[in-house]
């Protein structure tokens, strides 16, 4: 590997916005930065079909100075560099996957039809000029394929906190850690929990716009005593809800990846997820390192259960994850990034 | 004025040579038919050795002239007049032989249009053409067979049938143009050889009967559709497109500015990503970089140059 080189990681900027692609940012820098002089350079982007094409054309024209240019996220991926290699957290899924979805502002009339097309058209001339392609998922790989015809490789990530998580008692309690947004599903939790019959507690915690939907729906389905809705927690108590879970429930909509399942994996938890959700999957194997259900709450409700009423089962699979997570690390990261 | 002024010097008969290069041309230039009230032209283009005013544009000391030859036949009547233009254009690669023989020391450029545009044709990847079948009203797994005498549709639908199938069957009359969209092609083995497409890269080869079976596979596939359909569309683009080639003409005709103004390095930018004329960001980069267009006339549309 190469070492004291000048690299610039490129980021889209969501002004007011922190979630886990921030955090996948911040955390290549300071690993690059063990070996390597490297600057996180970001640009504001939107995300509606008017001003979409704009800050992707932006990134053609910054000067980037550096021996390398990491992109990683759309439109950042724009940016022009003879030594580019792209990282790819996700393209613009609005346009891609998610036309039709609520919230996607892409339908099937004219304007939409040609944004889509252009779109993809200026996607694959800008991954197609990188030295290599590599996604953080088979999800995210899948797609770009299926779309764009082009080849990406997987290449995983340990998660924030992956050096302070650490496997605790398997209490009474399953946890679930997300963003409060219809694409996290975390309704789902909360009907499964009324299908559970254990009695089993649960922690939905995270910050969004649907926080007081879910407690309204706590009510209604007579499972508030059960849920805790505690909102944003910092990372100790973050920690402390992993070690102390029975489990961790995580069903969202087809997810790029999933630190919630990988941090669930280093506090040796078994996962309980959805077939169609997306990254999750590449991780948790069925009845190996947790439950795949349908994603009904019925279903949900009926894994929670069986893992509430069987530690045994619970410890094993949550041994199986924290194993499956052994070899991840940012040396290896680094070090497949920066092959020439 | 957007550019250095080129002037078209046209014979009768033979305009539509020059139609899609001045086209292209005007990214770079300001391209305008004769007028005595303009200044000299920085370059001469002429659609034959018969255009009006050829000799004064082969004067010594003239701006530089690119000349079409349509033909061997042509290139020897005009034989006295090919080492004085600086370019020489022609549409197939045997008159371009033909010139080289005769004006060994003056550029050629071959610029082959094949029936088609590629400009004008935008590719379009199986997910876009999925939903363009849904707003249709068309078949999810619609397939397209144009090849004669099976052609099911009118051949005035085809261009449109061949934007939107799930993928398609064409006989070497329609294969650029389905490559050019982009389409999911299936080809016998003499269509592929003609326009220098490989099995299994660019397109898939069957042959007679097999081929509806094959292309309904395909179609199946939509990352291997998906991949077809880019490596199609830049064959076309590296073997038809007019935009790279006048690029060429334009660095050779002295067009090109040495440092581009930012507001042409922006139409470069654009240029590079395959932006269509029309496309709305095209039209948010005129009106972001509107207040340099002072500072900006006079000097050309830029290509090259810019840094990296």
Redesign the interface.
């Known amino acids: 590997m190469l070492s004291g080189m000048d690299i610039v990681v490129c980021g889209a900027q969501v002004p007011f916005m922190r979630g886990g692609a921030e955090l996948h940012m911040d955390n290549l820098v300071a690993a690059l930065n063990r070996e390597h002089r490297a600057e996180l350079v970001r640009l504001p982007a939107a995300w509606e079909k008017e001003r979409l094409f704009d800050a992707a054309l932006a990134w053609r024209l910054v000067p980037l100075d550096a021996e390398l240019v990491i992109a990683t996220n759309f439109p950042s991926y724009f940016a022009r560099h003879p030594n580019k290699v792209v990282w790819l957290f996700h393209q613009h899924r609005g346009a891609y996957d998610g036309a039709d979805a609520p919230w996607s502002d892409i339908g099937l009339d004219d304007d939409s039809l040609e944004t889509q097309r252009q779109l993809s058209d200026w996607d694959v001339r800008a991954l197609e000029e990188a030295r290599h392609v590599f996604t953080t998922s088979r999800t995210v790989a899948d797609r770009l394929a299926r779309y764009n015809g082009l080849t990406g490789e997987p290449l995983y990530h340990p998660p924030p906190l992956h050096d302070r998580l650490h496997p605790g008692t398997a209490g009474d309690y399953v946890f679930c850690p997300t963003r409060l947004e219809h694409n996290k599903r975390p309704h789902l939790l909360v009907e499964a929990l009324a299908h559970a019959r254990s009695g089993v507690r649960a922690v939905l915690a995270g910050r969004g716009t649907l926080l007081e939907a879910l407690r309204s729906e706590a009510d209604r389905r007579g499972v508030a005593a059960r849920l805790e809705l505690p909102g944003f927690v910092p990372d100790d108590e973050l920690v402390r809800l992993y070690a102390g879970a029975r489990a961790v429930v995580y069903a969202p909509f087809d997810e790029d990846y999933g630190y919630v399942t990988l941090q669930a994996f280093y506090a040796g938890k078994p996962v309980i997820t959805a077939s169609d959700s997306g990254g999750v999957l590449e991780w948790v194997e069925d009845g190996v390192t947790g439950l795949v259900t349908d994603g009904s709450p019925e279903a949900l409700g009926a894994a929670i259960d069986r893992l509430a009423t069987d530690e045994a089962l619970a410890r094993r699979l949550g041994d199986a994850g924290r194993a499956a997570v052994a070899d991840l690390g940012w040396d290896r990261v680094i070090s497949r990034l920066l092959r020439p | 004025m957007t550019g250095p002024l080129v002037e078209l010097l046209v014979s009768p008969g033979t305009g539509d040579r020059l139609g899609p290069v001045a086209r292209h041309l005007s990214s770079w230039a300001d391209v305008r038919a004769p007028e005595p009230a303009l200044p000299t032209p920085r370059a001469r283009l002429a659609s034959s050795w018969r255009a009006p005013r050829l000799a004064e544009a082969l004067a010594d000391g003239a701006p530089p002239l690119a000349l079409w030859v349509a033909s061997g036949d042509e290139a020897d009547a005009a034989r006295e007049s090919l080492p004085r233009c600086a370019v020489l254009l022609c549409d197939r690669d045997e008159v371009g032989e033909h010139l080289r023989a005769r004006a060994p020391a003056t550029p050629v450029i071959v610029l082959r249009r094949g029936g088609l545009d590629v400009d004008l044709l ?4 199986p ?2 053409r999925a ?2 079948r ?2 249709l009203g068309l078949a999810a797994d619609l397939l397209v067979d144009v090849r004669s005498p099976s052609t099911a549709i009118s051949e005035r639908l085809v261009p449109s049938a061949l934007a939107v199938a799930a993928a398609v069957v064409v006989d070497h009359r329609w294969l650029a143009h389905a490559l050019a969209l982009g389409a999911a092609v299936v080809a016998d083995q003499d269509a592929a050889e003609l326009e220098g497409a490989t099995d299994g890269r660019e397109l898939v080869v069957a042959e007679g009967d097999d081929a509806p079976a094959v292309a309904g596979e395909v179609a199946l596939d ?10 199609g569309r830049r064959l076309v683009e590296r073997r038809y497109d007019l935009r790279s080639r006048t690029g060429d003409l334009a660095r050779r005709l002295g067009l090109l500015p040495d440092h581009p103004a930012a507001r042409q ?2 139409v470069r ?2 240029d ?5 004329p029309g ?3 095209a039209a ?2 005129r009106v972001a970089t509107a207040l340099f267009a002072q500072a900006s006339a006079g000097s050309s549309i830029a290509c090259g140059g810019g ?2």
Not at chain 2, 122 to 125: A, E, G, S, T
């Open positions: 935008r590719p379009l990847p997910f876009v939903r363009w849904r707003r939509l990352a291997r559709s998906a991949a077809l359909g880019r490596e390095v922006v930018r654009l590079e990503l395959g932006t269509p496309a709305r960001v948010r980069a840094g990296r």
